[in-house]
């Protein structure tokens, strides 16, 4: 299992920018995917971002692209979360996630998961 821990939300305003990071932990050779998703209030889960842990491919929901932008530090264990152009509806809390799936982006498929980090975008 891994261990995923978020950092690095907060209050921005409309038009700039925030980096969120993920610190994974444990069996992260196992996982193949990792990802974020995001919830908004009274809202379902939904997907934002993903990317393979070793290979560099990277997908992101059409709401999102352009803006926001998934990398990793293999390194250091880190998947960050680069946002740009924010948009008040993109406050929510963001969740990064993995799994040993390769090419998905259903949360169904997503075992392991963080507590969640808010960002809240002002107008």
């Known amino acids: 299992q891994v261990q995923l821990v978020e950092s690095g939300g907060g209050l921005v305003q409309a038009g700039g920018s925030l980096r969120i990071s993920c610190a994974a932990s444990?069996?992260?050779?196992?996982?193949?995917?990792v990802a974020w998703f995001r919830q908004a209030p009274g809202k379902e889960r939904d997907f934002v971002a993903a990317?393979?842990?070793?290979?560099?491919?990277?997908v992101y929901a059409d709401s999102v692209k352009g803006r926001f932008t998934i990398s990793r530090d293999n390194a250091e264990n880190t998947i960050f979360l680069e946002m740009n152009s924010l948009k008040p509806e993109d406050t929510a809390v963001y969740f990064c996630?993995?799994?040993?799936?390769?090419?998905?982006?259903?949360?169904?498929?997503?075992?392991?998961w963080g507590q969640g980090t808010q960002v809240t975008v002002s107008s």
């Open positions: 444990g069996r992260t050779f196992s996982s193949y995917t």
């Open positions: 990317t393979s842990w070793f290979g560099g491919i990277t």
């Open positions: 996630a993995a799994t040993n799936r390769k090419s998905t982006t259903d949360l169904a498929d997503f075992s392991s």
